[in-house]
């Protein structure tokens, strides 16, 4: 491995000779959630640009030991329509897209990250109290519905 | 849209008032006001539904077909293009849910019972035949040796049989055999060029195989004598198949129907002036159609607009308007090798299935169009083509039966038919060719063939 100070000093690598380095590939890859309904075997990757079919073939069978059966590849293009305080165009990044179908009849479904989380009997009864305290507060600060909105400060 | 456009023009320029045929007619006729109707140009669904109706009236009353398929064909949108020979993973179940097929394994009996005659005249041989040739083949490099020994042993049955048309075995596999040969290994070939080795020596021998093979037969089957054949033909059909919302554009957001265009290109095709007979009864039910959720663009399919072309390898009037069988090579992207290099072994199959499926739909229903049929106008009897699907050496049949040609939003609600398609596993017919003889040929595949070749309708 790499010190700070120095580099360690590898013996070049002939084919057939001892395999001291491991070399991983700088890509990373993130699955995301598709914006439209995908069929059960396909799954939804944001991926670095310079990443090929190919290349996301490989890292996931061999990394990750998932059978691809096809992939397909987009580039989507980030607007440049929005503007700054010094009306500038300011770019939202390009970024490109792989559609994965499994192999071996497997099938994915994107799971729920946020789910509603059960709340015991306290939990529920303390969060109506502080919703009610809120909306009284609230209230409180409107003033009296009588006076139409006209601050108290305001009269004789 | 200059086609909307102008379909509006014309429109407002027909005197509409007192001659259309209204949907509505609550009125009775002695009445002194005209029938209410919807309005026929508001932006409401009753005007649009008007409109359908006025042009489903104006197909239905168009003088020839030719007109009626103009009408057909006439607005044009982008539409999906499905190629039957796709590389596409499971094409063949979401071509089944677009065509509304069943997919049922294995052929029906009726293609075995059709030249059930042939089977006879050939059962007590076989077993000869096979030994016969198999010691002959390998040893000699002429192909006239097996056609002379077979005979001979295959002459003796041929009393018990009868009156029925004699199907030499011998002869038939020589035939085979011979265009083999003659393309792998007797012809001079060059090097074949890079990714067209199917058009270099497959192409060539299965043109081969089915000429040699149909003149022969030809005899047996009066209908093959009368039949048309044609070379690289191009079969088109159009059509309408469920609703998605429009996405982009001038038109965003409206509900229009799903259209779809194949555009297929056998490589070979047998057409004939008389139907086939059908296989079951036209509302038979033997399978499910399987239910495809997501839009056809995940697949991947993609939309293009161009010509709506209903074709069946000859115009209108062509006396030979039916179809009998279709041949289809696969180029060399659809190799077996690529998919076992790619461990995608289970596509094999389903390559030859979607090319089956969605070629034959193609062709009956168009033939069905030809006779004036179409989504609003249903068929009344089935229409029934078959089809070989190879790449040169495995070979896979299929049988289609047309039952309905209903998959618009509306007509698909109450019908109950289903087109069928019949298929087999792709077999090989050979196993190799070396220093001039054929090596493990498979008398079941020439068999199929030859049943393929005989099928007729029971008349003749």
């Known amino acids: ?156 | 849209m200059a086609a909307s456009r102008g379909w509006r023009v014309l429109w407002h320029g027909r005197c509409w008032f007192s001659q259309t045929q209204s949907t509505v007619s609550a009125e009775p006729s002695d009445s002194l006001y005209p029938p209410i109707v919807a309005s026929a140009t508001a932006q409401s669904k009753a005007a649009k539904r008007r409109r359908l109706e006025h042009f489903h009236q104006r197909v239905h009353a168009a003088a020839s077909i030719e007109e009626k398929l103009r009408l057909y064909r006439k607005l044009q949108r982008p539409k999906y293009m499905v190629y039957p020979q796709t590389l596409a993973l499971n094409a063949d179940r979401w071509y089944r849910s677009f065509t509304k097929t069943v997919f049922v394994p294995g052929l029906p009996t009726n293609v075995a019972l059709a030249a059930g005659e042939a089977q006879a005249s050939i059962a007590s041989e076989p077993a000869k035949a096979l030994e016969g040739a198999a010691e002959v083949a390998p040893g000699d490099t002429k192909a006239s040796q097996p056609g002379t020994a077979a005979p001979e042993a295959a002459r003796t049955p041929e009393p018990a049989v009868g009156a029925e048309p004699y199907l030499d075995m011998g002869e038939l596999r020589s035939l085979v055999c011979d265009a083999l040969l003659q393309e792998n290994f007797y012809q001079k070939k060059k090097r074949p060029f890079l990714y067209r080795d199917q058009e270099h020596t497959p192409g060539p021998f299965l043109t081969q195989l089915v000429s040699t093979l149909a003149a022969y037969l030809s005899n047996c089957n009066p209908l093959l004598a009368a039949s048309s054949f044609d070379l690289n033909p191009e079969v088109n059909y159009y059509w309408h198949h469920g609703e998605e919302v429009v996405v982009h554009g001038h038109r965003k957001g409206r509900v229009d129907p799903v259209r779809f265009q194949i555009d297929d290109h056998p490589h070979l095709q047998i057409r004939v002036p008389k139907q086939l007979p059908e296989i079951v009864q036209l509302e038979s039910d033997l399978g499910d159609v399987p239910v495809i959720d997501h839009k056809p663009s995940k697949l991947p399919l993609f939309k293009k607009q161009y010509e709506n072309k209903v074709f069946i390898g000859s115009k209108v009037a062509d006396p030979c308007c039916y179809g009998h069988t279709q041949f289809h090579l696969f180029p060399d992207k659809l190799k077996r090798e690529r998919f076992i290099k790619l461990r995608l072994e289970d596509q094999i199959e389903v390559v030859y299935r979607a090319n089956g499926i969605a070629s034959l739909f193609a062709w009956t229903a168009a033939q069905a169009m030809y006779q004036g049929f179409w989504n609003e106008a249903d068929v009344t009897r089935p229409f029934v083509s078959q089809a070989v699907v190879t790449d040169g050496k495995y070979f896979a049949f299929f049988c289609y039966q047309l039952n309905t040609l209903a998959l618009t939003v509306e007509t698909i609600k109450n019908n109950p038919r289903k087109n069928i398609c019949w298929g087999t596993d792709s077999k090989p017919l050979y196993d190799v060719v070396e220093d001039g003889h054929v090596k493990g040929f498979n008398d079941e595949v020439l068999l199929m063939l030859v049943r393929f070749l005989l099928n007729r309708p029971k008349e003749l």
Request: charged residues 30%; without cysteine; hydrophobic residues 30%.
């Open chain 1, 1 to 156: 491995m790499a010190t700070r100070a120095g580099r360690v000093v590898y013996p070049l690598y002939q084919l057939g000779g001892p395999q001291l380095r491991i070399f991983r590939p700088n890509f990373y890859m993130l699955a995301v959630r598709p914006g439209v309904p995908q069929p059960e075997d396909t799954v939804q990757f944001r991926v670095s640009m310079e990443m090929t079919k190919i290349d996301i073939k490989n890292y996931l069978e061999k990394i990750y030991n998932v059978p691809v059966a096809a992939v397909r590849t987009r580039i989507q293009y980030g607007a440049n329509n929005k503007r700054n305080h010094k009306n500038q165009r300011v770019k939202k990044p390009d970024y490109k897209v792989a559609y994965v179908q499994l192999g071996q009849g497997q099938t994915f479904q994107f799971p729920n990250l946020f789910p509603e989380k059960e709340q015991d009997e306290e939990t529920r009864s303390f969060e109506d109290y502080k919703d009610k305290y809120l909306a009284r507060e609230k209230q409180r600060e409107k003033g009296d519905p009588r006076r139409g909105g006209v601050p108290d400060w305001f009269g004789l």
